[in-house]
């Protein structure tokens, strides 16, 4: 799979901000005997006035798994990267092994105000760890449980395929 979009803020009115936010993904499956390989990548910048807000949040379950949502950094641009191993169980079951790595490849000081120094942000972070999943009509429920670079252990819980 691979997305690419971009959005425009246009200022309407003359005290509106104006900018651009440019975002890619990319996911890749391999079959490998009995498991499945699946590699993903993520990136995007912003370019122009654009408020704090509208940053990258770096971290959380569809990006570095075992931080939480944003805690890596607020960024003008990103960039994360996965690769996890699923083997399916039994019935609808299937075990995951994954690992993570998310930076704001130095651009948190240029986000307006700096909201990631503000919160001590590092900028940059990888987490690791294995989960389990179940197919459902919903699609894939996901219960993980990461750890990352700063010894912080968390369950993460979601429905569908990360993004």
Known sequence: MFVFSVEQGLPVLPEWLSFNRVTTRLR???E???????????????????????????????????Y???AVGSGRSYAVGSGEVSCRMFGPLEGVVFGDY????????????DPAGARGKPGSGYGYGVGVR???PLGPLRLEYAFNDRQARRFHFGVGYRN
Request: charged share 15%; hydrophobic share 30%; proline share 9%.
């Open 28 to 30: 890749q499956g391999y």
């Open 32 to 66: 490998i005997g009995p498991a499945r390989l699946l590699l993903s990548a993520s990136g995007g910048h912003v370019e122009g006035n654009f408020p704090p807000h509208e940053a990258f949040a770096i971290g959380g379950t569809n990006s570095v798994r075992g």
């Open 68 to 70: 939480e949502e944003g």
């Open 102 to 113: 998310g930076s704001d490849l130095g651009s948190g000081p240029k986000v307006p105000g």
């Open 134 to 136: 179940v197919d459902s």
